[in-house]
């Protein structure tokens, strides 16, 4: 089973205010529809909608891309000095935040 191919239809100019960035998209008829009615019923252009749709991606990936280098980081810094807490501590401690009680993280060890 291959991957379709899609028919690109139009190239929807694209400028981004602020960095005063031109670029185009290219949609499918069917997207850009949906982009349409959806510009239509929030009495927005089609043009907001795909800037807010672009920003909230770029927002969304770049948190993603933070929280992993974030992970890595953490993951480094156990193989190297083995500081941890085991499941059942940050379990516990997790319940007591969960309960509104101000309970201070457990101290890592070895």
Known sequence: MGVAMLKYSEVVPLTIKGGEMATSVKLDEDLK??????????????????????????????????????????????????LHLTLEEADEWLSKLEAGEDAELPNCHV
């Open 33 to 82: 529809n949906r982009i349409q009615n959806l510009a239509y019923a929030r009495h927005r252009s089609a043009h907001w909608i795909m800037r807010e749709a672009i920003r909230d991606y770029v927002d969304r990936e770049e948190k993603r891309e933070s929280f992993k280098q974030d992970a890595i980081r953490a993951w480094e810094a156990y193989q190297d000095n083995g």
